[in-house]
Structures are given as structure tokens and as C-alpha cells.
T-cell receptor, first 116, second 115 residues
């Protein structure tokens, strides 16, 4: 079946521009996660959507970052007024949750964002 | 708050030998899950193995096994018969109910398999 997809795969933008990154989770997965990964570094948690609950936005680094998830499926991560330090790979993942903690995350291929 | 510690930033292993990647965790929730992911240079994140806190036996998946020591709060990944394709970053992660079932990742260990 189809995995998690992300678009675009690469995005080059000028400093100060807004960008939108898209994530299509696996159908039926109620949880969706966004992470940022700088070159050679670990995963930096950004935001977590779980079903119809209010998202956990505790990882968003500034108010320039926002995300939404429409219809419990597709999610868009928006970065306003991009800065060079926003350059990174943005990874999306989805997971079954319901009431279980045993379900692993499935990751998308990521969007490589370069801010010039 | 949950925390995952991976104390080995980098590891080297000779091809065909076994290697252990360390992971310790901290949680107050008695029910939790531990996960290991592999990230090759291509960037994809690949799920390897899962261990539940109530599982009686250590998890195994092919050449991967998890040395789960609950009292010590450690969940070390053991890779047997290392292959060149095992060279990658390895991340330990935990999920419990304290954090709304969110995942917490460790900083990762870079494994290099030598021919």
C-alpha cells in the first residue's frame, strides 16, 4: 500500500518568503507528526496531531511556524518569512494510535528546504 | 519528562561481527513502548524493532535484537553479523501515555561497518 508521501521533495526559497510543505499520511493513521532534521543531526520534534484532539505544538520553534491538518488526513506545515536557519529536512510521519502505544511511526521521504 | 539517552555518537564495527548500540530512557509511566529506527545516508527512516514495557521476552527481528533491561531502563539494540549496509544513523525512541502517546527520540548513534 501507499506510504507517507511528502511534497515537494526539494524546495529552494529566498529568505523572507513563505513556504508550504505537504504531508499525506497513510490512510487510516490517526496520528501525524512533523520533525525537522538538520544535516547530521537528530530529529527535532515540531508538532503532533492526534485524531480530533488539539495538536501538540510544543516543538514549534517560533510563531513563524504553523501547521494544520484538514479532515484528519493531509497536513500542511507553513513557514512564514523564512530564515537561513530554517534550512533543513522536514520529515513527516504517521502512526496508528487509538489506545495503543505499540504502533510504530511510518516516515515520509522528507522535504529538503534550502533558504538562500 | 521523558528522555532518551544514546551515549555513543559514533561506533565502528568490523563486518560480520556483532555490535551493541546503547539506549537508556526515563519515564514514570509503567506502560511504554521502545522503538529503534535506522536512517541510512539516503535519509529515509526505517523502523527496525519494537519492545513493549510489559513484554516478557526481548524482541527479535532477524539480525536485530533488543537487550531490554527494565530495571536499568535500558533498551540496547544488538545487530548480529554486521553488514556494510548496516552503516547508518540509529535512533532509539520511546512512546508512553504521559506525553499523549507522542514519540521521544534520542540523539542517535552513527554506526560505521568496516570491510
Amino acid at each position: 500500500g501507499a506510504g507517507v508521501s511528502q511534497s515537494p521533495s526539494n524546495k529552494v526559497t529566498e529568505k523572507g518568503k513563505d513556504v508550504e510543505l505537504r504531508c499525506d499520511p497513510i490512510s487510516g493513521h490517526t496520528a501525524l507528526y512533523w520533525y525537522r532534521q538538520s544535516l547530521g543531526q537528530g530529529l527535532e520534534f515540531l508538532i503532533y496531531f492526534q485524531g480530533n484532539s488539539a495538536p501538540d505544538k510544543s516543538g514549534l520553534p517560533s510563531d513563524r511556524f504553523s501547521a494544520e491538518r484538514t479532515g484528519g488526513s493531509v497536513s500542511t506545515l507553513t513557514i512564514q518569512r523564512t530564515q537561513q536557519e530554517d534550512s533543513a529536512v522536514y520529515l513527516c510521519a504517521s502512526s496508528l494510535t487509538a489506545s495503543g502505544i505499540s504502533y510504530e511511526q511510518y516516515f515520509g521521504p522528507g522535504t529538503r528546504l534550502t533558504v538562500t | 519528562a521523558q528522555k532518551i539517552t544514546q551515549t555513543q555518537p559514533g561506533m565502528f564495527v568490523q563486518e560480520k561481527e556483532a555490535v551493541t548500540l546503547d539506549c537508556t530512557y526515563d519515564t514514570s509511566d509503567p506502560s511504554y513502548g521502545l522503538f529503534w529506527y535506522k536512517q541510512p545516508s539516503s535519509g529515509e527512516m526505517i523502523f527496525l524493532i519494537y519492545q513493549g514495557s510489559y513484554d516478557q521476552q526481548n524482541a527479535t527481528e532477524g539480525r536485530y535484537s533488543l537487550n531490554f533491561q527494565k530495571a536499568r531502563k535500558s533498551a540496547n539494540l544488538v545487530i548480529s553479523a554486521s553488514q556494510l549496509g548496516d552503516s547508518a544513523m540509529y535512533f532509539c525512541a520511546m512512546r508512553d501515555n504521559n506525553y499523549g502517546q507522542n514519540f521521544v527520540f534520542g540523539p542517535g548513534t552513527r554506526l560505521s561497518v568496516l570491510p
